[in-house]
């Protein structure tokens, strides 16, 4: 017996080592994928032109925005239509903050804007984190009573929320400006912010798929009655999705208030959380990868498709320009991606830097054992 228990605990000591490189070794791959990135920002900031630049740019907001739905949607099964909502509270939210005394004195110049917020000015990473949160707040609070809905009937209610936040938007002039909105945003959302949010959204993403958070999150999204019996707090876990969700979703509206230099309530009604919904559908429920690939794949074919709606001349047959057929368009073509691909573009994969590793490496990442989950004994 001792014999036995020897070998085997001379066989994961053997095999320690290995797992510690792999690990090592997964980390500086990481770091370097982080670097090149950082490196290519920083060459398209500097030599890119500014069109190219905005296109950049939204589709990296698109991937904050996508990644927090997907978090609620994709990760925990909350089928979410509020996403809008929280967008526009970060939206407004860091707009106010970021806006000089005398950029408010200009938009409001029906009713004056409310004291406490005339002479507030604050930096703009504080701002958008003030955004995000306010948002995260919202979410909890009318998470606890609404995400005991479920399916249709949990989307109709944050679909509710949503409006309820754009009616509210529209009505509070002293805050807000009503429908004029805010004009003159300063534009702080360049390229090294939009993508900085956007790796971040990632990165965190990711990692919490791998914790006992996101484990929990994905038990819910397969089978919420199942989970509750091995005793996860179905309310508790529901409720922090949200709250993470709506945290990108405001951080996602403030980076497009500041990228846009303005806000009005058109910005955010039901096309706003549907174009997210758009992406994180198209791009697989749960999966991270695909979420990036179709928020800039959408960012890109909005634009790319804008010669539809100009008038064509084909010799003998001259076709008028027409509004909106880029989005019919489009439409055309994703539904021929949803039914090529009927879990969306990648599923619920990922793609892995373990062939990377393995020409690198074979030898770690072949011995590198995988580690059970926490709590779990062979």
Known sequence: MSAIAGKSASAVSAKTPARVADGRL??????????????????????LDPYKRRVLSVGAINVTLAVGLNIIYGYTGQFSLGHAGFMAIGAYTSALLTMSPAQKAANFFIIPIHPLLANVRLPFLPAVLIGGLLAAVFAVLIGIPVLRL???????????????????????????????????IPEYANMYWTFGW????????????????????????????????????LTHHKVEAFAIGAFFAGVGGAL?????????????????????????????LGSITGTVIMAFAYAIAMEALRFIEAPMNLGIIRIPG????????????????????????MGQRELSIDPILRRIWPRCVAEAPAEAPKGVRG
């Open 150 to 184: 479920r399916d249709d009937y949990l989307g109709m209610a944050t679909l509710g929320f949503s409006e309820i936040v754009r009616v509210l938007i529209n009505n509070m002039q002293s805050i807000t400006n009503g429908s004029l909105g805010l004009k003159g």
């Open 26 to 47: 997964r980390i500086l791959v990481y770091i370097l994928i982080l670097a090149l990135l950082a490196v290519a920002v920083i060459w398209a900031q500097g030599s």
């Open 256 to 284: 497009l208030g500041h990228w846009s230099s303005a806000v009005d309530p058109k910005m955010f009604t039901m096309a706003a959380t549907f174009q997210v919904l758009t992406i994180v559908v198209a791009g697989g």
């Open 198 to 233: 956007a790796a971040f959204s990632v990165i965190f993403a990711m990692r919490l798929a791998k914790t006992s958070f996101g484990r929990a999150f994905m038990a819910i999204r397969e089978d919420d009655i199942a989970a509750e019996a091995v005793g996860i707090d």
């Open 322 to 345: 027409i509004p909106g057929m880029r989005m019919v368009l489009f439409s055309v073509l994703l539904l021929v991606v949803i039914l090529r691909f009927r879990q969306g573009l």
